[in-house]
């Protein structure tokens, strides 16, 4: 079973801040948080990762709280193309069987204009 | 660009038939999946290989198996297709997690209709 929960869907405006809330409250230490998102009929893409400090990349803010037990990715400047399911994954940082991903439902993001 | 390449776009076998969905990456990734998706269930693991000739049941393993025997390559193997495996089938491949460079890439897709 997925170790998140994320709500269903958000609606966004288009050029405001999309922020995508994640709960992974049974997260352990060795456990990075990872963002994918799937745009219909494609596979899903890789967005961004974290252990526990805060990361920017040129296409998200992954906030982590100092607990660890939620996280936000945050789309600072939401377009009608980021309109997708996002999701939110915990995975182990070390190799072997426990590496696998396991996706939940994700949230669906509308950006509308 | 890392790339991981599947077979086919589209299939569509007949009830009983042996499937073979192949898929190709070209980055030495260690990890490799198949994932099937379906509407309303999300993705749901299939089968993982961490390693050439390693395997490991995911979620739903029943009705299918797996053969990893070269590094690059990963294949799902329908047995006896049925139309309850009518679905969209996904691979993907990752270096070791929390390494840099370790987020997945997926391929496009495979839709598999079987009838």
């Known amino acids: 079973d997925a170790k998140t929960t994320q709500p269903p869907s958000m609606d966004c405006a288009e050029g405001r801040a999309a922020n995508l809330p994640c709960n992974h409250s049974?997260?352990?230490?060795?456990?990075?948080v990872y963002w994918y998102r799937q745009i219909h009929s494609q596979g899903p893409q890789y967005i961004i990762h974290?252990?526990?400090n805060n990361e920017t990349n040129e296409m998200a803010s992954l906030i982590i709280t100092e607990d660890r037990k939620s996280s936000t990715l945050i789309l600072p400047h939401a377009t009608l193309r980021d309109t997708a399911v996002y999701y939110c994954?915990?995975?182990?940082?070390?190799?072997?069987?426990?590496?696998?991903?396991?996706f939940g439902k994700g949230t669906k993001l509308s950006v509308k204009p | 660009d890392v790339k991981v390449t599947q077979s086919s776009r589209y299939l569509v076998k007949r009830t009983g038939e042996k499937v073979f969905l192949e898929c190709v990456q070209d980055?030495?990734?260690?990890?490799m999946f198949w994932y099937r998706q379906d509407p309303g269930l999300g993705l749901r693991l299939i089968y993982f290989s961490y390693d050439v000739k390693m395997k490991e049941k995911g979620d739903i393993p029943e009705g299918y198996s797996v053969s990893r025997e070269k590094k690059e390559r990963f294949s799902l193997i329908l047995e006896s297709a049925s139309t309850n495996q009518t679905s969209m089938y996904l691979c993907?491949?990752?270096?070791?997690?929390?390494?840099?460079?370790?987020?997945?890439?997926f391929g496009q897709g495979t839709r598999l209709t079987v009838v």
């Open positions: 049974t997260i352990s230490g060795n456990e990075y």
């Open positions: 980055m030495d990734h260690e990890n």
């Open positions: 994954i915990v995975r182990v940082g070390y190799g072997g069987s426990q590496g696998n991903l396991i």
């Open positions: 993907a491949s990752s270096q070791l997690p929390g390494q840099k460079g370790s987020e997945a890439f």
């Open positions: 974290g252990l526990k």
